[in-house]
């Protein structure tokens, strides 16, 4: 039996994400993407790569990614990231995008990518691991908005 009623999988699922996390705060950020890829793997395998699960880890490993200065991954993986049918821009794609252009062209060229998506982020503090990743880039001087009060 698994913790308050889960599965062994979904417990492992959960607790690789949470090691990968604090390896990445603890400057082990190559090993944080290693681990975030197996929990996006078992998430897509158990929950679909729709799910809460493989998203809050994808955003992550994006992160993990960027610290570990792996552009080529990162890019990968913001283009890979599913785009939202017939919706608003995903914001996960942004971010990763936002990223490579943070680390590639500074905080000006970031902040284009992320304005000229024009995402909702209102409705994107319902879900805290994407808004609190936003929160990074502008703690970094990337604007998030086209005023510069964002």
Avoid at 86 to 108: C, F
Wanted: net charge negative.
């Amino acid at each position: 039996a698994g913790f308050i009623g889960m599965s062994p999988k979904e417990w492992g699922r959960i607790s690789t994400a949470c090691e990968a996390i604090l390896d990445r705060l603890n400057g082990r950020p190559e090993e944080s993407a290693r681990k975030l890829a197996e929990a996006m793997a078992i998430a897509r395998e158990f929950a679909g790569d729709t799910s809460p699960a493989y998203r809050r880890a994808e955003v992550e490993r994006m992160l993990s990614l960027y610290a570990a200065d792996d552009l080529t991954g990162l890019r990968f993986l913001a283009q890979a990231s599913q785009p939202e049918v017939g919706g608003p821009e995903n914001p996960r794609r942004v971010l990763g995008h936002a990223l490579v252009a943070l680390r590639e062209e500074g905080t000006d060229a970031a902040s284009r990518v992320i304005q000229d998506a024009q995402l909702e982020f209102d409705r994107m503090r319902l879900v805290a691991h994407l808004w609190f990743a936003f929160q990074d880039l502008k703690s970094e001087g990337v604007s998030l908005s086209p005023t510069a009060a964002d």
